[in-house]
Every structure is written in structure tokens, then in C-alpha cells.
């Protein structure tokens, strides 16, 4: 059976060879990427701008994009009918390709969120190292501990106030040279879409700034959103179980009245930067659609029925409508409530996504006979691996995988923990 075959619904006039050969894998694939972007942003706005209202944000987005990282270019591994091959690009890696670019990119970006989370827990490491290294008798867990956290050190125990000082330094300067990284890494997916000169959709030099803009948009949303659900879910824990909270910290405890929630304050502050990115985004989106209705260059018709009729629901209800014009009203409405920020933040990355979607799925509605349609039909109960992978159990999976990674990196990066101590001299 050919690939793409099981989920294309043909319509009208379309030749025999023709398929939806990409379908959610690739719309997650820059959806992923987007994240990471827009996490590193976040977290930037405090290390590079000095933003200290979002400085407890800053650490909970950096930890969160390295999370993101590994997830990211998984959905390409999933979609490729020989995903062992998905190693090359890393292997070989090149600027012939916007694909090839791509292996150095990411290792590039890689190495600086990994610096700069080595730099901004060093302290922390140290502090949990030295107690255990003193310690005669260790249990196995201490043992493992004590090998994990002198491991992270790499050998580095001066917590001299001069040492802390160049350490800040330097995570500004890396977060300051992650900034354009972080965008290119997922600028370079809306390049190859802007470049197919074959498809009258995707043919923009708008495509990577369009790409770049909703990819912080959704990477604050989904910091935000997740910020708020954890420190919530922590509240109740607390409260439920009446007793002290044990932190990451070693010998630290906190009480239950110290267990805050999702802070209001951090929530409308960061909400701000995602008004300002969300305007650049619609601005911008907006744009190219009525440049493209104003030239009606080549191929414009039957862009226009896709566009006005065949995708009308997913482009101009589910993005424009829900994804941006509702949640951009419930945060410019003045007395931002926690309840009010959750359903915009949700609103706001389901634009996204349906952007990604629009562009990936949209992009192929249309026949090269220009006189046909197709339809992706997402497979929701997978039948094999085929189904399941490049269904809703796929896109599912890959959207889970940061989420459980963040929540082992959380016992080795004190993400929850703000409060420093005072540095041994």
C-alpha cells in the first residue's frame, strides 16, 4: 500500500500518484520546535533583559526547553519510512540543506541551554555534592546521588562570591547568543515551506518570520500554562497531605504556608510579552493573506477555495476566531484571574497549532491538476504501527515526551526553588 494512501480522501480531479504523504508528524514536527524557541524567549526576557518579575518563570522556561529539545525532532524520526536513515542529518550536517542545517543547529542550541542550565544550578550542584561527599555512610540512593550531582560539578566546587559573579555573566552572554539560535532552529522550518516553489501556499518569504513570531507565542502559552498547573497541583498536594514540604534542596524544608500557588502578579507580567508577540504573529498572518488575495498571483483560484471554502472552518473559526482573536480579548481585559488565563493560554497554542496544520495539511488540499482536492483524514483507532504513528496516538505520544522528561529533569534542577542561599566564602 502506498504511504499516505490509508488517510487521503480524493476528491474531484486528482491524479493517481497524489497523496497527503505528510500529515500530522510533519504539522507536530514545527509545532515542537516552535516550543523550544519560544520557551528559551521566555526564559531570556529575565537573563538577557533583567526582567526581575519573571526571574522564578525564567528558570521553570529554561529547564522546560531543554525538555522540549529531545522532543523535538522526533516527529520527523517517527514519520520516516526508515527512521534509522533520520540519523544522518546529525551525522553529516551541512548548509546545502535546509534539513542538513538543521543537525547543526540543534547541536549548537543544545550545548548553549545546556551551559547555561550548568551555569545557572552549578551553585546548587555543589551544595548538594559537598554535604554527601563529607558523609562516611551512604545508603545506595545517597551513593547514586552523591556520583549524580560530583558528576554535574565537573569538578567545579568554588562558590567564592567573584565565581558566582562570572557565572552570571556567562549566563547572560549564552542566553543573549540563544536568542537568534533559538529563533533560526525554528525559523529554518517556515524557510522550507517558503522555498517549495511548487506549492502557491507555502511560496512567502513571510513563511519564516510568520513561523518564528507564533513559535514564541506558543512556547510562553505552554510555560505559562504548565507554570500554573504545577504550582497549583503542588498547592493542593501540600494542603492535602498536612505536612512539611521536602524540597529538592538538601536539608530544606518547606512549610505548607510557604507552598504558594501560581502567583497572579508572574502570570499578568509574562501575559503582557504574550500580548506583544501574539500582535506581531496576527499581524503577520494576516498580512500574507491579503497580499496573496491582492496580487491573485498564480494559482490563486484554487488557493481561494481552499482557503475561503474548503479549509474556512479550520482557518478563519479555529485560528483566527478561537486560537487568536478570543484569547487576545481575555488578556486585554483588564483583572486577569487565573480560571480567565488557562482558557486563553489553551486557546492561544490551539491557534498555533492550527496554523501549523493550515500551512502542512492545507498546503497539500489541492491537486496538481489544480482541479481536485484532497482530504486528511487523521487515523484516531490505530489498525498497526502505520496508523498509530502517524495518527492521533503519534502526535499524542510526542506531546507527552517533554512533559515526562521535565519531570525527572525537576528532581535534578531545583525548578520549583528560588530562594538561593547565601554563598559559602
Not at 534539513?99 to 544550578?121: N, P, T
Not at 519564516?208 to 512556547?219: C, E, K, L, N
Not at 538538601?250 to 510557604?258: F, I, Y
Request: hydrophobic share 55%; net charge positive.
Amino acid at each position: 500500500m502506498v504511504h499516505g494512501e490509508i488517510w487521503t480522501l480524493k476528491e474531484l480531479f486528482v491524479y493517481p500518484n497524489e497523496y497527503i504523504y505528510w500529515s500530522i508528524q510533519i504539522v507536530m514536527y514545527p509545532f515542537m520546535t516552535g516550543l523550544v524557541a519560544g520557551a528559551f524567549v521566555l526564559s531570556s526576557l529575565y537573563h538577557v533583559f533583567g526582567i526581575k518579575e519573571l526571574k522564578e518563570m525564567a528558570r521553570f522556561a529554561l529547564v522546560f526547553s531543554f525538555a522540549l529539545l529531545f522532543a523535538a525532532p522526533m516527529p520527523i524520526v517517527l514519520h520516516l519510512q526508515h527512521p534509522f536513515r533520520g540519523i544522518n542529518v546529525f551525522m553529516t550536517p551541512h548548509f546545502t540543506s535546509a534539513i542538513a542545517a538543521f543537525g547543526i543547529v540543534f547541536f549548537a542550541y543544545g550545548a548553549i541551554v545546556a551551559s547555561e542550565l550548568w551555569f545557572l544550578y552549578r551553585k546548587h550542584f555543589v551544595e548538594v555534592a559537598l554535604p554527601l561527599k563529607e558523609k562516611k555512610d551512604k545508603g545506595l540512593f545517597e551513593w547514586i546521588k552523591f556520583l549524580v550531582f560530583c558528576s554535574l560539578t565537573l569538578g567545579v566546587y568554588d562558590l567564592s562570591e567573584e565565581s558566582l559573579k562570572r557565572d552570571e555573566k556567562a549566563i547572560k552572554v549564552l542566553a543573549g547568543i540563544g536568542i537568534p539560535v533559538a529563533c533560526f532552529l525554528h525559523g529554518y522550518a517556515g524557510f522550507i515551506f517558503g522555498s517549495v516553489k511548487a506549492n502557491a501556499l507555502w511560496m512567502t518569504p513571510l513563511m519564516p518570520v510568520i513561523f518564528i513570531m507564533s513559535a514564541i507565542v506558543s512556547g510562553i502559552a505552554l510555560c505559562m500554562l504548565t507554570y500554573i498547573i504545577v504550582m497549583e497541583v503542588r498547592k493542593i498536594k501540600i494542603k492535602s497531605l498536612r505536612k512539611p514540604w521536602r524540597s529538592v534542596r538538601l536539608d530544606s524544608e518547606m512549610s505548607q504556608e510557604d507552598v504558594k500557588g501560581a502567583e497572579i502578579s508572574v502570570i499578568k507580567i509574562t501575559a503582557k510579552y504574550l500580548l506583544l508577540f501574539m500582535i506581531f504573529a496576527i499581524t503577520l498572518e494576516l498580512l500574507d493573506l491579503v497580499f496573496r488575495g491582492y496580487t491573485a498571483v498564480k494559482h490563486w483560484d484554487i488557493l481561494r477555495t481552499v482557503i475561503y471554502q474548503k479549509d474556512f472552518t479550520n482557518i478563519f473559526l479555529l485560528q483566527y476566531t478561537f486560537g487568536n482573536l478570543i484569547p487576545f480579548v481575555l488578556f486585554l481585559i483588564p483583572g486577569l484571574t487565573i480560571r480567565r488565563a488557562i482558557i486563553g493560554l489553551v486557546l492561544a497554542m490551539m491557534g498555533v497549532f492550527m496554523m501549523r496544520w493550515n500551512v502542512v495539511i492545507g498546503g497539500q488540499a489541492f491537486s496538481l491538476t489544480l482541479s481536485g482536492y484532497m482530504e486528511y483524514i487523521m487515523p484516531i483507532v490505530p489498525r498497526d504501527w502505520e496508523t498509530f504513528k502517524e495518527g492521533l496516538g503519534g502526535a499524542v505520544s510526542i506531546f507527552v515526551m517533554p512533559f515526562v522528561l521535565f519531570w525527572i529533569m525537576a528532581r535534578i534542577f531545583p525548578v520549583f526553588n528560588a530562594e538561593e542561599k547565601p554563598a559559602a566564602h
